[in-house]
């Protein structure tokens, strides 16, 4: 047996030589493409180069040791450029997740600020409008109060002047005596001025209306042209006229008076009692400010003006000169007269004209005691 597997060995051999011992040809390739058991790769070119051939024969030169070393050498090579690949390319992923993270937050803050924005501005206009809506309910309340306190008043006076006149015989009273030839004054010492509860109402009615009827002063005289406190020396006006629209009664004035403001002021306010009219009016003292407010109850129409009224609101402004050497005070005035009936009965229309026609008489009456009565006071302070 172990002659027949020497001589097959021999005759491999022989094989092996004459085929230019492949045997060790396959072998070495083999461990080219298999290094510690695992695959080596290589790369092949279709052209071949002496360089290539070179290290072929350099590669065949060299033990499996050096070559094992050689591809763990290469392999640590790869490994290295791999894990400097991943390190930059997580660089560069942080780098993007910072860029983008940025870019979100400022796409998130102006959207933040503009939701903010717009929240504000709705906001605001709803403020603005629930203000607005609050103020028109307080004013319509406001309104409706005084619409039910006018309504009351009103009524009151209705009551009042109907009570009253149905105790007086007017017409056949007013006849005796002018038949008697009585002067009409004789009728009148006969009525006292009497205050009672509802006096007191309307009083305060008209007291509470004072800080409106103030603060219209300045249109007023705007609205009459007596806006100007510049004097008028040489040229005093004084007008009483009827506007045709309201069928009420105006007076208008200016007037520039050699005196000092203060004392102007002063003479004014005892003007203001009429001291003239001592036997038809009344002063009412129950006041708040008797100092600063005045309030006076005039008798009531009599014979063919019984149930007629007259409702009277006026504006006086002293002035003192200024820019002039010469003292003085400029008087501006402005007052409003409408005649009134709360009688049941309507007055006819001559008996409404007559009275319209008294109440200017008596209006420009009034307005020159006043002056004189001004005019008395000052000279007599002096």
Excluded at 212 to 224: M, R, S
Excluded at 234 to 251: M, V
Aim: hydrophobic letters at 35%; charged letters at 30%.
């Amino acid at each position: 047996m172990a002659t027949t597997d020497a001589a097959f060995l021999a005759e491999v051999e022989r094989f092996l030589t004459s085929c230019d011992h492949p045997l060790i040809t396959l072998f070495e390739e083999s461990n080219r493409n298999y290094v510690n058991g695992k695959p080596a790769f290589r790369h092949e070119r279709s052209s071949k180069t002496p360089s290539t051939d070179c290290h072929r024969e350099e590669w065949r030169k060299m033990d499996a040791v050096s070559r094992h070393e050689l591809e763990k050498a290469k392999d640590r090579k790869r490994r290295r450029e791999y894990r400097e690949q991943r390190r930059t390319e997580r660089h560069n992923l942080q780098q993007e997740i910072i860029r983008l993270t940025e870019e979100l937050e400022k796409i998130q803050g102006a959207a933040k600020t503009l939701s903010t924005l717009s929240t504000s501005s709705w906001k605001m206009v709803a403020q603005r409008q629930l203000a607005a809506r609050k103020g028109a309910e307080n004013q319509q309340t406001q309104l409706h109060k005084a619409i039910d306190m006018y309504a009351t008043v009103i009524k009151e006076f209705h009551c009042l002047f109907h009570e009253r006149l149905q105790h007086l015989n007017d017409v056949s009273i007013y006849q005796e005596l002018s038949i008697k030839n009585e002067p009409a004054s004789a009728f009148s010492q006969h009525k006292k001025i009497r205050f009672d509860s509802t006096d007191t109402d309307i009083f305060a009615t008209y007291i509470k209306e004072l800080d409106a009827v103030y603060a219209q002063t300045d249109k007023t005289l705007q609205t009459w042209c007596l806006e100007s406190t510049e004097p008028n020396w040489e040229a005093p006006k004084e007008i009483w006229d009827k506007d045709p629209d309201t069928g009420y009664f105006q007076f208008r004035g200016k007037v520039t008076v050699p005196f000092d403001f203060k004392d102007i002021c002063r003479s004014r306010w005892q003007v203001a009692h009429l001291l003239h009219l001592q036997d038809c009016r009344e002063i009412y003292d129950a006041v708040n400010d008797p100092e600063n407010t005045l309030a006076l109850k005039f008798r009531q129409g009599e014979g063919i003006f019984a149930g007629m009224h007259a409702d009277e609101t006026g504006w006086g402004v002293a002035t003192a000169v200024e820019g002039s050497s010469k003292t003085g005070s400029v008087l501006r005035t402005c007052v409003r007269n409408a005649r009134m009936h709360f009688s049941n009965l309507t007055a006819p229309n001559n008996v409404t004209e007559q009275f319209g026609d008294k109440l200017l008489e008596w209006g420009r009456e009034n307005n020159e005691e006043a002056t004189l009565g001004l005019e008395r006071l000052l000279i007599k302070s002096e």
